[in-house]
């Protein structure tokens, strides 16, 4: 999986922001990811900084951030899934992996030495 210079954390502010609605604050995106905003609000900095991402005050005051550029959030939104703690864990999505596994494990195995099948993703 592609991955931005800087790591993890930028990765999942950027794939996390492509896929928000509407802009955020800092806090949102540290809490709805489960990282420390000690962490979150410099890379939101440098990122609105080098103008990838853009930060806008709010009518409270608050600095808003969003992703505003169309094929960056396109490119993101196909390579970089991010998914937050409580979608992973909501029960249709348990339902829905656990229904993959069971498929998965009623496939016949691969025989030894064969390259494994392509596979081929559904466009976005």
Do not use: H
């Not at 954390?9 to 905003?37: C, N, Q, S, W």
């Not at 990122?47 to 960056?72: E, P």
């Amino acid at each position: 999986m592609w991955q931005p210079q800087g790591g993890r954390t930028r990765t999942r502010i950027l794939g996390y922001l492509a896929g928000a609605r509407r802009p955020l604050t800092g806090y949102a995106v540290a809490k709805e990811l489960g990282l420390g905003v000690s962490k979150v609000y410099p890379e939101l900095r440098r990122l609105a900084a080098a103008r990838v991402i853009t930060g806008r005050l709010s009518m409270s005051g608050r600095r808003l951030y969003s992703l505003d550029d169309a094929d960056l959030r396109r490119f993101l939104v196909r390579r970089v899934r991010v998914l937050r703690a409580q979608d992973w864990f909501a029960p249709e999505q348990v339902a829905a992996r656990r229904r993959a596994a069971e498929i998965v494990k009623k496939l016949p195995p691969l025989p030894a030495g064969s390259p494994a099948p392509a596979v081929r993703r559904a466009p976005p």
